[in-house]
């Protein structure tokens, strides 16, 4: 990387990180989009998931005790099933088909969720496993598995500090499951890896800034942001699959 690109890559980096401290998500799709204007997707992508491993051990000591702990495990089983075949899209098929059913899916919900809807319980079995499956194969696709899982906790009686841990915690999981699929794929390289530790301190600090911000926070507020967030990353989202398609 040039001089300007990478300065341009850390300053994205360390933004994203801030509002991935504070929410619990968006560093991937922030990033990823941004960084796709200088670089390739594929080479992107599997530093995305070893910086978004960091991220969340980095925060995970803080946020342990606040775990819903029975809704990770069918989640990640979910995941567990849905990743091979995202990240089998991403070394063969074009990404901006999928793109575009994301972030009008994720906009629909989050209009939903602003004007009211939530659930009275937690999820069941079933539907816990779909949501995982769903964010599995997005995450393997594209590094953005996030918001169907955004949208289980947000939308479930879980509560905002309880979902933060929780979304933190299943993308701990999602990414270390993911991680071998894109080796196997031969998506992570020695370079990957090298790019990752390059920003790191950037993560590191963004992480450290935007977690701080967070203990702080009105749970009302903290909530509008979070669906500001989630439909403003809809629509980047569908947006750059729309431009990818009408190129």
Known sequence: MSITILSYATICVFLAAIVRGYSGFGFSLLVVTALSLALPTAEIVPSIFLLEVAASIHLLPGIWKDIHWRSIGPLLVGCLLGTPFGVWFLANVPAAPMQVALGGFVLIFTVLLWRGFALKTMPGLAASVLTGSVSGLFNGAFSTGGPPVILFYFASPAGNIAGRA??????????????????????????????????????????????????????????????????????????????????
């Open 166 to 247: 929780s979304l933190i915690t299943y993308f701990l999981g999602t990414d270390m499951i993911a991680l071998p699929l894109l080796a196997h794929e031969g998506l992570l390289t020695t370079d990957s890896v090298l790019r990752a530790l390059v920003f790191l301190p950037a993560l590191i600090a963004g992480i450290w800034l935007g977690a701080r911000s967070f203990k702080g926070a009105d749970p009302t507020v903290f909530r509008k942001w979070v669906l500001a967030l989630l439909g403003l990353l809809a629509v980047i989202s569908a947006a750059k699959g729309i431009y990818v398609l009408q190129q």
